[in-house]
């Protein structure tokens, strides 16, 4: 079993900041590629930020300059620090794995961390 979980979410005012964490545990050969996604009410689950096993990053247009991707050097760890933070960044932010389980890679989700920006 793998298991991946979030913290770190809340309520924080504009232009507050937030970290975010996330932990992958459980039987696995190795992690590769992880990422934070965010989903509003009623729309689709959108990438935020995306780190690859060599530790390379893409973070989505709308957060570039006020969130930043990171992961531990045991890479089962991830992080999003995020700054200068608006309410339409208001959503449930969830955090994504690719994991080699056995000889098969396979995507797991943490069940979401609700950020919430309002004054």
């Known amino acids: 079993q793998v298991q991946v979980v979030e913290s770190g979410g809340g309520l924080v005012q504009p232009g507050g900041s937030l970290r975010l964490s996330c932990a992958v545990s459980?039987?696995?050969?190795?992690?590769?590629?992880m990422g934070w996604y965010r989903q509003a009410q009623g729309k689709q689950r959108e990438l935020v930020a995306r780190?690859?096993?060599?530790?390379?990053?893409i973070h989505a247009d709308p957060v570039k300059g006020r969130f930043t991707i990171s992961r531990d050097n045991a890479k089962t760890s991830l992080y999003l620090q995020m700054n200068s933070l608006r309410p339409e960044d208001t959503n449930v932010y969830y955090c994504?794995?690719?994991?080699?389980?056995?000889?098969?890679?396979?995507?797991?989700w943490g069940q979401g961390t609700q950020v919430t920006v309002s004054s």
């Open positions: 994504h794995a690719d994991v080699l389980v056995g000889d098969t890679w396979r995507h797991f």
């Open positions: 459980g039987s696995f050969v190795r992690i590769n590629a």
């Open positions: 780190i690859l096993s060599d530790g390379s990053t």
